[in-house]
Each structure stands twice: as structure tokens, then as C-alpha cells.
């Protein structure tokens, strides 16, 4: 079975700092870019970040930009987003995805994985 799996994810406060992974499993996707995105209880699923498959290329959103860090280890086949000076509103399911592209859009990435809930208390 094809899979994504996030890990990481937890309760922290206001100010303090998670950091996610998201290791591939039944195939690899090296050569895949990799995406996070997030959904926020009642509200869409929103891009975080994304990084090509040589990790030359990286993207975020505005609202995380100089706060989370989108990295990979293509040997282990592992992308990782490190989220430093975290807000309540941060607080979501995080998600990782694979795709052909490296994009902020959601309905561009093939794989996704099942998803990892951070909780930012104020």
C-alpha cells in the first residue's frame, strides 16, 4: 500500500516549536516534490509549503513565511517542515503530499497522507 505517514504533531504553547515529518512508504517518492498544507476545523484545507524534488526550489504561505522550514532527505525519502514561533492560529491537521510539481496548489499533488494534529495553545 502506498502511503504517506505524518508524524510529529502535539500540543504546544503559544511561542514554542513543533517539527513534522513525513516518511513515504510501499514506493518512493524521491523524485516527488513535496507539499504541507493544513485544515483548520471548519475552514478549507490551505498550502504551508512546498519544496521541489532536489530541494532547490521552496514556497510558502505569507502566514508562515521566516516562522516554518520545509527540508527532505531524499536518501530516507523524509520531508520535513520545522515550525518555530507557532500562533494559535496555527493550530490544524497538518498534511503532507507528493506530486509531479512543485505548486501551492492542493489538487496538484497525487499522494497525500493521512494527517498529523498540532494544537497551538494561547
Known amino acids: 500500500q502506498v502511503q504517506l505517514v505524518e508524524s510529529g504533531g502535539g500540543l504546544v504553547q503559544a511561542g514554542g516549536s513543533l517539527g513534522l515529518s513525513c516518511a513515504a512508504s510501499g514506493r518512493t517518492f524521491s523524485s516527488y516534490a513535496k507539499g504541507w498544507f493544513r485544515q483548520a476545523p471548519g475552514k478549507e484545507r490551505d498550502f504551508v509549503a512546498a519544496i521541489s524534488w532536489s530541494g532547490g526550489t521552496t514556497y510558502y504561505a505569507d502566514s508562515v513565511k521566516g516562522r516554518f522550514t520545509i527540508s527532505r532527505d531524499n536518501a530516507n525519502d523524509t520531508v520535513y517542515l520545522q515550525m518555530n514561533s507557532l500562533k494559535p492560529e496555527d493550530t490544524a491537521v497538518y498534511y503532507c503530499?507528493?506530486?509531479?510539481?512543485?505548486?501551492?496548489?492542493?489538487?496538484?499533488?497525487?499522494?497525500w497522507g493521512q494527517g498529523t494534529q498540532v494544537t497551538v495553545s494561547s
Open positions: 503530499a507528493a506530486g509531479e510539481v512543485v505548486t501551492t496548489l492542493g489538487y496538484e499533488y497525487d499522494y
